[in-house]
């Protein structure tokens, strides 16, 4: 699964493939999907590791988009909590806690899809609730 989200952790794009494709190998569909959400106001995307090369650093820039990743020390031995990643990390957290979407039983992928959207959608609903204060 690939998954753009802003800093506040709001969806902006998902996509759905093979798990033997390299994250990689979406990079330009997946800069062009976030430029559209948009509107092309996108200049910088944090990515982990998975996201190297310079193939998928200029497929992003052709869209306008400069790819930081974001690495692991070299030496790791605790729990080191990387910049921006967590993000990312805490909203696929949450996200889980979606019965349906603990363990991927669809095969067609717009499935998941669509109930990682809904998801999403949920959690924004909830946390806009809270700003509002309108209800529990």
């Known amino acids: 699964m690939h998954a753009a989200v802003d800093t506040l952790g709001h969806l902006l794009t998902l996509f759905v493939g093979p798990a033997d494709e390299q994250e990689r190998a979406r990079v330009g569909e997946l800069a062009?999907?976030?430029?559209?959400?948009?509107g092309e106001s996108v200049e910088l995307a944090y990515v982990d590791q998975g996201y190297t090369g310079e193939r998928a650093a200029s497929e992003a820039r052709a869209h306008g988009v400069r790819l930081e990743v974001v690495k692991h020390p070299e030496a790791k031995r605790d729990f080191v909590l990387l910049p921006r990643r967590w993000v990312v990390e805490r909203d696929f957290a949450w996200v889980s806690r979606f019965r349906r979407l603990v363990k991927d039983?669809?095969?067609p992928p717009d499935?998941?899809?669509?109930?990682?959207?809904?998801?999403?959608?949920?959690l924004f609903l909830r946390q806009a609730n809270a700003?509002?204060?309108?209800?529990?």
Not at 32 to 38: F, G, I, N, P, R
Not at 111 to 122: D, E, I, K, R, S
């Open 32 to 38: 062009e999907a976030v430029q559209e959400a948009t």
């Open 105 to 107: 039983y669809e095969r």
């Open 111 to 122: 499935t998941p899809a669509g109930l990682h959207v809904v998801a999403f959608a949920c």
């Open 131 to 136: 700003v509002l204060g309108a209800g529990p």
